[in-house]
């Protein structure tokens, strides 16, 4: 998925969330993929970050509703052990995230993995 598509979605969920806010009616659900990863995208609450939109669209990874869940389900272990910092580690690469700012700061590939060191994390989690 692309950065402007990922980008489209983060502002329609922006859009949703503020609707919701303000007790507007939402908009009806088509039932496409696009809508999926929103709703997916809505329930989690964590955002990406530009600096991990940009990544994943240059090394071909795209945000499928199953990773957000398993990203978000991750990040909620992560959180009730105390965590700040943590990688969550998965067959499709790394994701670090702040979890104070519920934010996917950056991602690398499993390849990339093997070429680099985790620094200033407090938290590991496989999913």
């Known amino acids: 998925m692309s950065v402007s598509k990922l980008s489209n979605i ?6 949703l969330r503020l ?3 303000l007790g507007a009616p ?5 039932g496409s993929f696009a809508d999926s990863l929103k709703t997916e995208y809505e329930k989690s609450g964590l955002q990406l970050s530009k600096h991990a ?4 669209q240059s090394r071909g990874m795209e945000m499928t509703p199953g990773l957000l869940h398993n990203l978000d389900e991750a990040v909620q272990k992560a959180r009730t052990k105390g965590s700040k910092d943590v ?3 998965g067959d499709r690469g790394a994701f670090i995230v702040n979890i104070p700012n519920n934010t996917v700061i950056t991602m690398m590939t499993e390849r990339e993995m ?5 620094t200033n994390i407090d938290s590991a989690v496989l999913i």
Do not use: D, G, P
């Open 10 to 15: 983060s502002s329609n969920v922006t859009e």
């Open 26 to 30: 939402e908009k009806a659900n088509s």
């Open 19 to 21: 609707a919701h806010q």
């Open 87 to 89: 990688v969550v580690i």
């Open 114 to 118: 093997k070429e680099n060191i985790f």
């Open 53 to 56: 939109l940009q990544r994943m």
